[in-house]
């Protein structure tokens, strides 16, 4: 059995709707042997591997389905089952998966496995770890060769996943905030191996690392962490604090600790979590050896008072007192029976229990402080205690080094309560920990004594979320309510756009409706990631990576995300849920390609984007494979968009009080209609929005559909729907390669990225509705990686609209000879009907558009389907038609580099001036008058 691929999808994908692991696999031989062959003896040793498979339903939805699956008749595939090992694994390690399914991908032997993950690199290792142990499961003539072998250790690589896991994973108190969060609907991101997260998404976003927020200010941090400064400003506020001395050296600690009076404590200035400090010291000796401790986690030390009482973490969130506990050091109870080494053993076996933070409670260590305490005792790790002796194998009583807690929350005192409020607000600190000593936390400090020893920025949680006795407190839910106070935004409004054609126009349109209406977008596009109009990321960007980068730019208060097919078949989507999402049409494109081979596949694909719509799925209902969508959205609303106002299913979709677009026609042209709640709105007239060239470009008109439903989707106003439109053009600094028409030539030129059949068709038809006057020229290409079938399609559709072709290739040929695509272009041609004579081929592209340019003149009309979108811009404008006096030169500022240029000397006739501007360069006659 092998492991032929593996994607990662991190966000909603084609398979679900959460994050899964796919990989194909080949069973080869093994395709022969199901469960049932292979024997129950496979199944039983399985099972005791991993017994938590007996609680998998699969198929039959009840405990134990999965154990009958393998034991029917015939079995299930090793497919099968490596997916519900890889779960089980995952599940052993801490993580709540349990969605897998298998299934044949169509290739003899192979099946597409996918399970649920939470963490990526866990889910991986479970993955490779469940196919090293079926291996190993298999009698040893069927195991691969190099794989693992008798000396397989299951249970030691078990155990080593496990700890692997517990690594990668959260933390207690950044989990319990996580947890916070999305019972809140919060999203959040994680952003490193750690503790760091963003909850949140763009201006709204809120920053913690582990209980450290981004509103924690530094100053704070800085004087919670000197406990001398600390000390100083609660004295000054009439706080209890012990009296304490700051010292360099071994013998002013014992000089400090005979100015205070014995019993003292002493403890590195800056450490925390109770590392290298030592209490109740009653003599010089002592004070020498805990100096030299503490000196181990810093150069200076803390001499300070004994404070007879109990150890208590007081948690404060925002000025308010949110949970109190009572810790115990680590210790043992005795049975009269057992060491304290078999005690240690058994107290270590509570699963709660682990190294460090990872787990609710922290094991217990044999360490030099455990051996120096047993040894004050006379006692060793045979050492029998007596039954019910508590043997303390630690001073301080912190989680992290063994201890326990008992919430107390309940029992507080008031002026305990109003103590610790004071003191983490005089420190500055939003979160802070207060640890106070006292004999009873219920009686008042006034009365029982007791006193403050510190003040932690950035304390623990899970003493309060998982107490080992008492009621467990939701610390986590009061930070998040003090960083997203209730009724305040954390999600910046998404809009979601996909489709074969028209998805950057479109979501260029959107994105230009909201920043008129005074948003910061961030904009996903096959150009790059535009943030503000700003180009940041250049290239294709229409990916999860690049929607990340949009949520987590600090500006962005709205997204336009451009998604395509190719992201969601590599990783899924980037987020989890829009407010609004759109399909625009479904059309052949990139068949064939990653086991998408019909319209049908492709619809499933794109349909992903509508299923994520939370708000409203806007859909083309003249698209039958979008219309289908409808049935599998979960949004609150259907938006429909139809170029036919008699389109009958939007018409009972109107009567029923929906939302729809429609095109209808009327005196002065066609008007964009919006029909909401039985309300009939005009929009626009089509000829005022510049993008359609004068409602010629229906496609235009049709991409300003869906961008005005989603805007009003996402509650913009009519004027701001009505100002985006107008002021929103498809010039190349707008819109580049989509239908950039320059007009400074002798004759018109358009420079369109067109490139399947549909697309082409689309231009072609917007060219027959200009009057030209001359001829009409073509340059022709289609991607290399495209099916043979595609390719010529694109040729029969261009036939018959123009009088010349040029076929090109691109620069990248995907695969294929550099004469291929022409030459399938060329044919195509000639089974139209074009003539022989009208057809020409020039390969390099550059070489083509500038033949083209050449070949034009005055009223003819030049169409470049380029693929190289800035360089091809670059050859157009700077052009210089034959008998022209005016040398190309370098048009001002603008989003897009052209890159450099040359330019040679001209003289300009008497009266005339050189115009620079967005469209390149023009001769015109200087303005008369003064200015």
């Known amino acids: 059995m092998k492991v032929l691929s593996t994607s990662v999808y991190d966000g909603p994908s084609i398979y679900a709707l959460f994050p899964v692991i796919r990989q194909v696999v080949d069973l080869g031989p093994l395709e022969e042997w199901p469960t049932a062959r292979l024997g129950p003896g496979f199944v039983d040793v399985l099972l005791a591997a991993l017994p938590g498979l007996n609680e998998h339903g699969c198929s039959y939805g009840t405990a134990g389905g999965f154990v ?72 040893p003539e069927l195991r691969p060769e190099g794989e693992p072998d008798k000396d397989f250790d299951f249970s030691a690589e078990r155990d080593e996943f496990i700890r692997y896991a517990q690594r990668r994973a959260l933390g207690p108190s950044t989990a319990s905030l996580v947890k916070a969060a999305e019972e809140r609907d919060i999203p959040w991101l994680r952003l490193n191996q750690y503790s760091l997260v963003q909850f949140g998404h763009g201006r709204f976003q809120k920053w913690i690392q ?41 013998s002013r600690a014992v000089r400090a600790a005979e100015r205070i009076g014995y019993p003292v404590v002493i403890k590195p200035l800056n450490a925390n979590h109770g590392r290298g400090v030592s209490v109740n010291l009653t003599n010089k000796e002592e004070v020498e050896a805990a100096y030299k401790q503490a000196e181990a986690h810093g150069r200076t030390a803390v001499v300070e008072s004994f404070i007879q009482g109990l150890d208590h973490r007081l948690l404060v969130v925002n000025g ?159 930070v998040l309510d003090m960083l997203f106070p209730p009724g305040t935004p954390s999600r910046v409004p998404i809009a979601a756009i996909t489709g074969t054609n028209g998805k950057t126009t479109t979501s260029r349109m959107l994105a230009h409706i909201l920043k008129m209406a005074g948003h910061v977008v961030g904009l996903t596009s096959t150009d790059g990631v535009y943030i503000d109009g700003r180009l940041t990321v250049q290239g294709d960007m229409t990916g999860p990576t690049s929607a990340r980068m949009v949520l987590r730019d600090p500006e962005v208060d709205a997204a336009v995300m451009e998604t395509a097919r190719g992201g969601l078949l590599r990783s899924g989507m980037g987020f989890r849920e829009s407010d ?97 709640n039985g309300q009939h709105i005009p929009v626009l007239w089509t000829h005022l929005i510049p993008a359609t060239l004068e409602g010629r470009a229906l496609h235009n008109v049709q991409n300003a559909m869906f961008a005005a439903a989603m805007a009003h989707s996402l509650g913009l106003t009519l004027e701001n729907i009505r100002h985006g439109l107008r002021t929103f053009d498809s010039t190349f600094f707008q819109a580049p390669g989509r239908m950039n028409v320059y007009n400074e030539h002798p004759f018109k030129v358009i420079m369109d990225y ?37 390719i010529s ?103 897009v580099d052209l890159g450099p240029t040359t330019s040679t000397e001209f003289t300009l006739d008497e009266g005339m001036e050189l115009i620079r501007d967005e469209r390149g360069v023009r001769l015109a006659r200087e303005p008369e008058g003064d200015d």
């Open 68 to 139: 009958r699956r393998m034991r029917e008749d015939e079995g299930t595939w090793l497919g099968h089952v490596l997916e519900h090992v890889a779960l089980e694994l995952q599940n052993v390690a801490g993580s709540d998966v349990t969605f897998g399914k298998t299934r044949s991908n169509g290739q003899p032997n192979q099946y597409d496995m996918v399970y649920q993950y939470e963490d990526k690199d866990v889910g991986l290792e479970a993955g490779r770890l469940g196919l090293a142990l079926l291996h190993h499961l298999l009698p």
């Open 793 to 895: 399609e694109t040729g029969r559709v261009a036939a018959g609209h123009f009088d010349h072709y040029i076929c090109r290739r691109d620069d990248n040929t995907r695969g294929r000879g550099h004469s291929e695509v022409p030459g399938m272009l060329r044919q195509a041609l000639l089974d139209s009907g074009v003539r022989d004579d009208q057809i020409v081929v020039i390969e390099d592209e550059q070489a083509a558009n500038e033949a083209a340019l050449a070949m034009a003149g005055h009223g003819d009309l030049v169409l470049i389907l380029c693929d190289a979108v800035a360089r091809t811009w670059k050859q157009i404008i700077y052009f210089k038609p034959e008998g022209s006096t005016v040398a190309p030169v370098r048009s001002g500022p603008s989003a």
């Open 754 to 790: 067109a490139h399947n059949p549909a697309a082409v068709q689309t231009i072609c038809q917007v060219v027959d509705r200009f009057e030209v006057t001359g001829r009409k020229i073509v340059v022709l290409a289609a991607p290399g990686d495209r099916r043979d079938e595609d």
């Open 320 to 478: 308010e007192l949110i949970a109190a506990s009572k810790r115990v050091p680590g210790h043992v109870v005795g049975d009269g029976v057992h060491t304290i080494e078999w005690l240690v053993d058994q107290v270590n076996s509570d699963p709660r229990r682990g190294v460090g933070h990872e787990k609710v409670l922290t094991r217990l260590e044999f360490d030099h402080q455990a051996e120096l305490l047993l040894g004050e005792l006379g006692y060793t790790r045979e050492t029998v205690p007596a039954k019910g002796e508590e043997v303390f194998l630690r001073k301080t009583a912190n989680l992290s080094t063994g201890g326990t807690a008992i919430d107390v929350t309940d029992v507080i005192h008031p002026d305990n309560r109003e103590m610790a409020e004071r003191a983490v607000m005089a420190i500055g600190l939003d979160v802070g920990g207060v640890d106070f000593l006292t004999t009873d936390i219920t009686e008042s400090y006034r009365v029982t004594g007791g006193a403050i020893c510190e003040v932690n920025a950035a304390p623990g949680f899970r003493m309060h979320v998982a107490p080992s006795e008492g009621t467990p407190r939701d610390v986590a839910g009061p």
């Open 210 to 250: 582990a209980t450290v927020t981004g509103e924690t200010r530094h100053i704070a941090v800085e004087l919670a962490s000197d406990k001398e400064e600390t000390n100083g400003i609660l004295a000054d506020l009439g706080l209890p604090v012990p009296r304490q001395y700051l010292v360099h050296s071994a």
């Open 580 to 676: 609004v999402s759109a399909c625009l049409n479904i059309t052949a494109d990139h068949l064939g390609l990653r086991g998408i081979d019909t319209l049908e596949q492709l619809a499933e694909v794109k349909r992903v984007v509508i299923e994520v719509a939370r708000g409203t799925a806007v859909l083309n209902a003249d698209d039958p494979l979008c219309l289908k969508m409808a049935d599998h959205s979960q949004a609150e609303r259907i938006c429909y968009i139809t170029m036919d106002h008699n389109h009958p299913l939007v018409k009972e979709h109107i009567r029923a009080g929906g939302l729809a677009l429609a095109l209808e026609q009327g005196m002065n042209g066609h008007m964009i209609a919006l029909y909401d």
